[in-house]
């Protein structure tokens, strides 16, 4: 069949108007309601992913839903722990029915919690950490070799680079100049522990990347202009591999999970799940009306205080002045509130007060 143009999205479901702002939303629902299943997914390192795969699959790769194994494809290999924002964007994509995402995670299902190569679309699946870098070099080395002109993409996530299969993957397509190789970085800088630079450092990691010999850029991860941008920036025919450092914040767009270690896996049940959909829903209605996305609505200054702030009188209300006070209404303790010179109720009873409110277990200081 012949090649798709780069970008083309004829036959998918992203042909319509939409902003890819809406479209990353979209997808983010699609996130939440898979972790509202038993199955439950790795919500933050999806959630973090967003921009870049709708990016990658709005306007950088050339593939085509109809003709998912087409072998003149680009490759993209994507983080284990991403799965199923990447299932979402293939949904949206058009690889698939979104409605068919709705068994994740069930028997025989074929979505589950990291990528399944039976999901059109889906190269890989994971094993170990480390092993996705190896595998894009390969796949790129083989493009090389059948002189094609199909490009490899491989996303990592910060804590997939703490393996050193990754650094001799590097090493060895910087060497073999495999400029048709892209390495996605998806610096959150969260894993399940905490913080990556406490377990093994990786700044600055443009640096790092340049020592052995690729193109590095480093871009905000959210921003899809940015992201676009930098993408078209990235020549395909060049003697040295590119990565691109996309800086993101774990759990995004959920402000209350966002830049959270606990946001890494996550079973929603039905009430946080129809919390983080109320969420996302506003946030898209926002964008409907043409809010500047991810930024909160501008209030108008406020006007500098002159002087001290005004003291408010206090007053101290009566004690016990309601008219209706619950001893009262007892005929045990009818008395009481009366003995205890309650204004509402001394019309009570006018002699002395019981026996039982002079004794010491009963003391006024105890009412």
């Known amino acids: 069949m012949p090649r798709p143009p780069t970008g083309s999205l004829a036959g998918s479901a992203w042909t319509g108007d939409l902003p890819p702002e809406e479209h990353a939303l979209r997808v983010r629902e699609l996130i939440v309601e898979m972790c509202g299943s038993a199955e439950g997914g790795h919500l933050g390192g999806s959630m973090s992913l967003v921009e870049i795969l709708v990016t990658l699959y709005r306007s950088v ?19 284990g722990h991403g799965a199923i ?19 994740y995670g069930r028997p025989e299902s074929l979505f589950s919690a990291h990528p399944n190569p039976a999901v059109p679309g889906v190269e890989m699946p994971t094993g170990s950490l480390g092993h996705g870098l190896p595998l894009g070099v390969g796949f790129a080395l083989a493009a090389r070799l059948d002189a094609s002109p199909r490009r490899t993409f491989v996303v990592l996530g910060d804590g997939k680079l703490q393996e050193g299969s990754n650094w001799e993957a590097a090493m060895a397509a910087g060497s073999l100049g495999l400029g048709r190789l892209v390495a996605v970085v998806d610096r959150n800088s ?8 406490n377990a093994v450092a990786l700044e600055p990691p443009a640096d790092r990347w340049r020592g052995f010999g690729w193109h590095a850029h480093e871009v905000d991860g959210h921003e899809i202009a940015l992201l676009r941008a930098t993408f078209d920036g990235i020549p395909a ?20 999970i ?37 930024h909160p609505t501008p209030r108008a200054p406020r006007a500098p205080r002159s002087g001290p702030l005004p003291r408010r009188p206090r007053s101290r209300p009566a004690v016990r002045s309601n008219a209706t006070c619950w001893r009262s209404s007892s005929p045990r303790t009818s008395g009481w509130c009366a003995w205890t010179a309650t204004p509402a109720c001394s019309t009570a009873w006018t002699s002395a007060p019981p026996p ?9 200081s105890r009412t």
Do not use: M, N
């Open 61 to 79: 790769l050339r593939v085509e839903p109809a003709a998912p194994d087409d072998p003149e494809r680009d490759v993209l290999l994507s983080k």
């Open 85 to 103: 924002g990447l299932y979402a964007v293939l949904a949206e994509r058009g690889f698939f029915p979104a409605e068919d995402l709705a068994t």
């Open 190 to 197: 969260l894993q399940i522990t905490g913080p990556t630079e």
């Open 237 to 256: 025919d060049t003697d040295r591999p590119a990565v691109l450092i996309a800086r993101t914040v774990k759990g995004r767009s959920l402000p209350y």
């Open 258 to 294: 966002e830049g959270q270690t606990r946001s890494h896996y996550a079973r929603l049940g039905e009430r946080p799940k129809k919390r983080a959909l109320a969420i996302l829903r506003a946030r898209s209605r926002k964008a409907a009306q043409a809010w500047p996305p991810w």
């Open 356 to 364: 039982s409110a002079t004794s010491t277990s009963a003391s006024p």
